[in-house]
């Protein structure tokens, strides 16, 4: 059974840095792309980044580029981490990770970020 487990949130103010980890067990995780989305009160689920299988590949939404850094660690640890700089009101959302594996999205049950002064 893959398992997806966020920790790394919490409250920072505006122009803080927070670093967000995602431990993801009951699959081969060097072999699938990892990704990371938020959602913000009212607002759709929106993918934040993603970094494919071996970390040669990453993208980015246009909100966050410069910002953010999406990063992975194939070995022992099979955790993906979302490092977040200059942090914006806006990017106050729950943050969850996610993997594409076996014809199904699996979802981590989310860390909240706040930014607010």
């Known amino acids: 059974q893959v398992q997806l487990v966020e920790s790394g949130g919490g409250l920072v103010q505006p122009g803080g840095s927070l670093r967000l980890s995602c431990a993801a067990s009951?699959?081969?995780?060097?072999?699938?792309?990892m990704s990371w989305y938020r959602q913000a009160p009212g607002k759709e689920r929106e993918l934040v980044a993603r970094?494919?299988?071996?970390?040669?590949?990453?993208?980015y939404a246009d909100s966050v580029k410069g910002r953010f850094t999406i990063s992975r660690d194939n070995n022992a640890k099979n955790t993906v981490h979302l490092r977040m700089n200059s942090l914006k009101p806006e990017d106050t959302a729950v943050y969850y990770c996610?993997?594409?594996?076996?014809?199904?999205?699996?979802w981590g049950q989310g860390t909240q970020v706040t930014v607010s002064s």
């Open positions: 996610n993997v594409f594996y076996s014809s199904r999205a699996y």
């Open positions: 009951g699959l081969i995780f060097s072999l699938y792309s």
């Open positions: 970094i494919s299988s071996f970390g040669g590949s990453t993208d």
